[in-house]
């Protein structure tokens, strides 16, 4: 285009990255469509439309065009640009070194895995999800390959979630929480069961209360069903949530909370990073702090319920006439080791994220074969949790993840966990005593707090950064542990 | 990429219009999901991906690369591929013409238009709309301007419509309609009203009902609610309905087997012609020809209503419990001039088509200034079917075309309808008495017929050889006021 030729360099790179930026957000719309409202035989057109935009997006990134464009820019005065350059050099960096080929094959055989795998897990039938599942692994393999210096190979997955974390870093903060959490884990206190049921449309409008008071806006949200609950962001303004709302318990309030969590820090991003890569949430471990804030420090602490309580009991009258707060609370937060991660307590969780974190080393290593992997499974959540995982869909088909190529992410979940109390405790030590203005139904100044050394930044700080710029501390899981160890005292 | 250079001319074709048809399916999706599912703050986000969209298919199909291809590839002996070939040729001429920038501008425009359109429209206020309006019709003059051997402007919007139609042709049709029309609608009968309310749910349920008789399928097809009813394909085996259901009358009913139409023709165009742009049907006359005939022909029919009647009488107990079949369907049938073209009847649908062609013939040769248009709208209104339009609501600001740039449409909707009577005529020639299969529910055999005339060949055929291949004859309005008089004497 000839205007384009004629601009300024800066002008020219953020009209590319604009232009990526539609097209990532085409795919966001699809995507979400995909699992929202798409019918089922809709899927194999779907899977070459997500394969294409990819691979278009793929090409148009790593263009000579935009190495020319970095290497004019460098040393840029205004931090946002440096921002910019620098995140977007390091992503074209990595992009150049994958062949357009793979990304397309990667997510192409990504959407037709992620159906196999919805059948698979329906059925509990792993052996269906076995060639899928090695498709993956080997497509993994071959994009692993195109980082030959790095010496560790999940090193190359887990630095495309979370800058700069090494696998020897993951290993260190999960060494000492298991140290923690299997004693922490043994020493609990019995705690009240609720039974149901809690209807369905009963369930849908506590989540909308809760939205409502964080501040969610049908004007730029929505909130659907979906047999597994995500957040996305199809454009700038909108923000899209799902729950799995299920008569027989409350975890979708809880999982609502938490995708909240993932999309209020989309929403809060300074609009002038809109249509950049700067416009997002700079971390996949950030990003899980901001979900698990929301789900647990918030709602799950005793303020939230102080205000909350009195408004969900009068909708479940049955479930709920003759359960007082106190009990409610320890019900709802106790320890009780399950098979489910998505459904796991604060202290059980890191246990489930520690054991696919091992699981994803050992398949890439090859000490683990795929078809093993249920045995291995089922034996290991014995050992860590003592619970006898009842079939394959309750194991290790639960999790869509590897479906979708997602190697290397699990951990970010657990890092998340502990970013939210290093976090927490700095926001508690500027604003007070948060309890109290939850205790009101009043969450506007943590969301501001947070808005303010979190979310309008997007991606213009790298995580450790961020992190270190926040608390004035690196990675630190004590500050997590101690908050596990007096909650569970 | 090496693989596609490498590859014989017609496989290279091929794939970069898979890629095209992947995000054209790509644009669908996100149109869909904006009138459907979109928060309203996200319209100025999804405004910028469809116009990204519009300009990277612009840009990759405009290529040189598709010229020399195109002519690589003359004169091949398959049928199929001799048509992709033709009709490709005749879209990238098309496009050679228009510079990416203008169809982005026109794509990026009305994504805002339609947005001000949607405004304006519950406000009644023509004013708001002017500028979106002035811009529309200024763009459209700036994409005439495009092809300066077209001697009549209109005829440059008609073609991309519904290829080799001309203005001279549909005016002599539309003279001839409305002679016959004017005192067909004189001459019109009191007929019974029906009065409601019709409960929403109960509508829908008889929607359902319709749809699944016809065929229907929940694993391939869906159906919503929007504010204006429309039908789409985001992706083969995956067609979207919409309906607006209001409790004050049974629109619902017969948009829903409109929407049918224009989804059953997509639906069953044949597999092997998926990702190209074979895979539509051939114009939009032929479309509306189907969804016409499923909406009238079929839903307004004696036989239909035999079947039906005894279905939806019982879901609306309090509004037709005194109603016998005969009322209905006189009620259903009825001539009965009104403001709104979508809730026309058989005979004044013409009319309202009439005005718009006049209107936008004047609108493009500046004899009429946009500022004037309510006026000389509601002024013919009067002059052609005797109502008083109450405001711009129900008048000039009704439809939703103008705002999104489409200028040399609605002539195709009256043509539809002339082409529906004239392939039903030829249905009942070969299969006998359809009215007495409608009146048992059966409606596969016209399924079948129209599948194996029209639907399967997509655009193989350019619409006048398909009808002159089914028919034996061109576009000829005989028959459609054959129908009517018959309908109505």
């Known amino acids: 285009m000839t205007f384009a030729t004629a601009a300024p360099p800066l002008e020219r790179l953020k009209a590319i990255l604009a232009e990526l930026a539609d097209l990532q957000h085409a ?215 799902t729950t799995h709302t299920d008569a027989r318990d409350l975890t979708s309030l809880f999982s609502t909370m938490h995708e909240f969590g993932h999309g209020v820090y989309e929403f809060d991003i300074d609009p002038s990073l809109a249509r950049s890569p700067l416009a997002q949430g700079t971390s996949s471990a950030l990003h899980e702090s901001q979900s698990r804030m929301w789900e647990n420090l918030v709602g799950r602490s005793r303020g939230f319920w102080r205000w909350f309580y009195p408004k969900l009991q009068p909708l479940f009258p049955d479930a709920l006439g003759t359960v007082d707060e106190e009990s409610f609370l320890q019900a709802v937060s106790a320890i009780r080791p399950g098979f489910i991660r998505g459904d796991a307590d604060e202290a059980t969780y890191g246990l489930h994220i520690i054991l696919r974190f091992e699981l994803e080393q050992e398949l890439l290593a090859g000490t683990v074969e795929i078809r093993d992997l249920p045995e291995i499974w089922n034996s290991r959540m014995n050992d860590y949790l003592g619970v006898d995982v009842p079939d394959d869909a309750h194991g290790v088909l639960q999790d869509m993840h590897w479906s979708i190529g997602l190697l290397g992410y699990f951990p970010t979940y657990q890092l998340g966990n502990v970013i939210s109390v290093q976090l927490w405790e700095r926001a508690r030590a500027d604003l007070g005593d948060l309890e109290e203005q939850f205790a009101r139904g009043e969450f506007g100044q943590l969301r501001e707090w947070l808005r303010d050394h979190v979310y309008r930044h997007g991606s213009i700080y790298p995580p450790r950064e961020l992190l270190q710029r926040i608390t004035g501390s690196q990675l630190d899981p004590e500050p997590y542990l101690e908050y596990l160890r007096t909650k569970f005292a």
């Open 27 to 241: 795919e966001s719309i699809a995507d979400w469509d995909s699992r929202v409202s798409m019918p089922p035989e809709g899927a194999a057109a779907r899977a070459d439309v997500v394969a294409t935009l990819t691979r278009v997006m793929h090409e148009r990134f790593v263009s000579d065009e935009v190495g020319e464009l970095l290497g004019a820019l460098e040393g840029l005065d205004d931090p946002t640009d440096a921002a910019l350059v620098r995140l977007t050099r390091r992503e074209w960096e990595r992009a150049r070194r994958v062949p357009g080929e793979l990304a397309a094959e990667m997510s192409h055989s990504a959407g037709i895995a992620v159906a196999a795998w919805d059948k698979a897990k329906a059925a509990s039938d792993f052996a269906s999800f076995v060639p899928h599942l090695e498709r993956q692994l080997e497509l993994k393999q071959r994009y692993i390959a195109c980082f030959p210096e790095t010496e560790t190979p999940y090193d190359v997955l887990l630095d495309e979630y979370e800058e700069g974390m090494t696998t020897a870093e993951v290993q260190k903060v999960f060494t000492r929480l298991k140290e923690e959490l299997v004693p922490l884990i043994e020493r609990r206190q019995p705690a009240p069961e609720l039974t149901g049921p809690f209807p369905v449309e009963a369930q849908q409008r506590a989540n909308r209360l809760v939205l409502e008071a964080f501040g969610y806006d049908p004007a730029a949200w929505r909130i659907d069903e979906t047999p597994h609950p995500f957040a996305s962001k199809p454009g700038f303004a909108d923000i899209r949530l």
